[in-house]
Nanobody
Framework: QVQLVESGGGLVQPGGSLRLSCAASVNIFSLGAMAWYRQAPGKQREWVAGFTTAGGSTNYADSVKGRFTVSRDNAENTVYLQMNSLKPEDTGVYYC????????????????????WGKGTLVTVSS
């Protein structure tokens, strides 16, 4: 079983930055893929960004492309989400997710869903 713990959420003004962390209980390379999702108040959960451990790049939703960046510290089993130029519409609960499935590409993981989820961390962008 994989446990994921998010941290780093808080209140930020529009245009500000925030870095979220996701600490995994297992080595990142033992996972097939990891991703960030978010759920804004009154809206459905949406995919934000993700990567396959076998791949060399991260995919981003159009709404955050150019503003958000995913990085990781393999030695610490931690994945980060650096959020810059934050907008009020970025407000929501951010979740870290992971899958142990072996699939061809990220599209398959998005289609079949993730196996493990963190409890989430709240990000509020407001003046």
């Amino acid at each position: 079983q994989v446990q994921l713990v998010e941290s780093g959420g808080g209140l930020v003004q529009p245009g500000g930055s925030l870095r979220l962390s996701c600490a995994a209980s297992v080595n990142i390379f033992s996972l097939g893929a990891m991703a960030w999702y978010r759920q804004a108040p009154g809206k459905q959960r949406e995919w934000v960004a993700g990567f396959t451990t076998a791949g060399g790049s991260t995919n981003y939703a159009d709404s955050v492309k150019g503003r958000f960046t995913v990085s990781r510290d393999n030695a610490e089993n931690t994945v980060y989400l650096q959020m810059n130029s934050l907008k009020p519409e970025d407000t929501g609960v951010y979740y870290c997710a992971a899958s142990q499935k072996v699939l061809p590409c990220l599209r398959y993981y998005r289609a079949y869903g993730m196996d493990y989820w963190g409890k989430g961390t709240l990000v509020t962008v407001s003046s």
